[in-house]
Nanobody, 128 residues
Framework: QVQLVESGGGLVQAGGSLRLSCTAS????????MGWFRQAPGKEREFVTH????????YYTDSVRGRFTISRDNTKNTVYLQMNSLKPEDTAVYYC?????????????????????WGQGTLVTVSS
């Protein structure tokens, strides 16, 4: 079992920044690739970004590329999501998730069903 706890959400004005954290406990954090997903009111959960277990491979959805940065610190069992130039459409509950390591020969990292463990989510609200 891996327990994931997100933090760092809040209310920010458009153009502002937030940094989300997700801290893991339980099994060895560096054995897992990590992803961030988000779910806006009335919408389905969508992929935001992903980082491989050693931080070498990173993937972003088009709408956040260039504004968001994912990183991880395996010594602290934590993955981060730095969000800059926030827009009202970024408003959502943000979830971190852990996936078992596998080859990057497909876009499996973008599918929520490929992740085994999930945090409870943290709300990000961007006002216009």
């Amino acid at each position: 079992q891996v327990q994931l706890v997100e933090s760092g959400g809040g209310l920010v004005q458009a153009g502002g920044s937030l940094r989300l954290s997700c801290t893991a406990s339980g099994r060895t954090f560096s054995n897992y690739a990590m992803g961030w997903f988000r779910q806006a009111p009335g919408k389905e959960r969508e992929f935001v970004t992903h980082i491989s277990r050693m931080g070498i491979n990173k993937y972003y959805t088009d709408s956040v590329r260039g504004r968001f940065t994912i990183s991880r610190d395996n010594t602290k069992n934590t993955v981060y999501l730095q969000m800059n130039s926030l827009k009202p459409e970024d408003t959502a509950v943000y979830y971190c998730a852990a996936a078992s390591v596998r080859a990057y020969n497909s876009d499996w990292y973008g599918r929520a069903g490929e992740y085994t463990y999930w945090g409870q989510g943290t709300l990000v609200t961007v006002s216009s």
